[in-house]
């Protein structure tokens, strides 16, 4: 199970990156995500978010994945191989949604995992 808290760990740093570049910029998220040199840190971080869920399936992390939506993890995958495939059409409206809705939704659901971990 270590190997899983740590996995979700990896999870929140990239959202907690996302959240530094957006919030030590002073910008809104529609400017960051067209800035050319934000634009690229916010969407590795997406992808290497996208990986570590990927990893927990692969480590038949089922207890841990339950938390999750399948309608969100199948998104966040989409949107890693949306990135990862097509990155110079990929639609901003699309990556702010990720950043606005969906990674909120992420950080909650992983620390109250934590948190149940711990006791």
């Known amino acids: ?53 990927a990893k927990l399936k692969d480590d038949n992390e089922f207890k841990i994945l339950e938390n999750f939506t399948n309608e969100d993890l199948k998104g966040i995958s989409s949107v890693r191989n949306y990135i990862a495939h097509d990155y110079d059409s990929t639609d901003e409206n699309i990556i702010e949604d990720v950043i606005r809705y969906n990674l909120p939704i992420f950080k909650t659901i992983i620390q109250d995992i934590k948190k149940n971990f711990e006791n």
């Open 1 to 53: 199970m270590s190997k899983a808290i740590n996995r979700l760990d990896k999870i929140l740093e990239c959202i907690e990156n996302i959240d530094f570049i957006i919030n030590d910029n002073n910008l809104k998220i529609t400017h960051t995500i067209e800035d050319r040199i934000i634009k690229p840190a916010i969407r590795m971080n997406i992808i290497r978010i996208a990986e570590q869920f």
